[in-house]
């Protein structure tokens, strides 16, 4: 069972930069299809960014050119970073992992996902 843990939300100004941190533990993720997801408030579940374990990327629309995600597998973690931060990028940040890449729109979705860390952009 994979425990998925995130960090490195908070508050920030419109333009800055955030760099979210997911650590996984209880299983090595190393050859786990990875992502990041976000939820507002009020609205739908939206798919950020895939990571595969052969480096293959799939960005979402909302997310080109300005999130990059990336993986440290000796450290069971994947990263974020989230730059030219907008007031409507404020949401909840969550990670997720799969020995399959899934879809965000079609459950079941990622196996396994965090509770998410607050991103706030003013």
């Known amino acids: 069972h994979v425990q998925l843990v995130e960090s490195g939300g908070g508050s920030v100004q419109a333009g800055g930069s955030l760099r979210l941190s997911c650590v996984a533990s209880g299983y090595s993720i190393r050859n786990y299809c990875v992502g990041w997801f976000r939820q507002a408030p009020g609205k739908e579940r939206e798919g950020l960014v895939v990571?595969?374990?052969?480096?293959?990327?799939n960005t979402e629309d909302s997310a080109k050119g300005r999130f990059t995600v990336s993986r440290d597998n000796d450290k069971n973690t994947f990263y974020l970073q989230m730059n030219s931060l907008k007031p409507e990028d404020t949401a909840m940040y969550h990670c997720?992992?799969?020995?399959?890449?899934?879809?965000?729109?079609?459950?079941?979705?990622?196996?396994?996902r965090g509770q998410g860390t607050q991103v706030t952009v003013s």
């Open positions: 997720a992992a799969d020995p399959v890449c899934r879809r965000w729109d079609i459950e079941p979705g990622f196996s396994y």
């Open positions: 990571l595969d374990s052969d480096g293959y990327t």
